[in-house]
């Protein structure tokens, strides 16, 4: 009976998560997708029809990744706790994972393709989708974790207290 206050907890609302490190992550990927962005932009990659796939995860990644980074930004989540965020956050940096892995798959595959100055563009270009690839996973892993860490139920964060 005598560790019993050890184990009893008086917090009246859920725990939110952190959010500055994902909008601190979320502007190095705005960053390094902008760089890989504008690399395919500035080669004739109308040349190679895969690379509308490139362009468009390129783009369509860059543009919603801006819009997380101001939801985290003016801390909606606070906001609208009725939605899952560690959850969506998890799924949305999952999801792009595999397609930036795939956008990088068929850049580094289609290398060869470009001759003279855009050669060493393109394969620059490969080289951001992989490291973008890489982050997009890793954000995946840590928004794993933070969901874990909720106790792995996103009803937690949606009952009001």
Known sequence: MADFPSKVTTETSSPQPQQGAGSLSSS???VLGLLHWALIAGASYWRVSAYGWVMFVAVALWILTALLFLVLLFSVPQRLSAVPWTMTVMMYNGVAALLYLTAFLTNAATVRQFQGSFHGQIGAA???GAALTLLYGAG???????????????ATSTVPT
Do not use: E
């Open 28 to 30: 190095v990927l705005q």
């Open 126 to 128: 490969a080289f951001f």
């Open 140 to 154: 995946a892993y840590l928004s794993y974790l933070d969901w874990r860490a909720d106790g792995g139920n996103a």
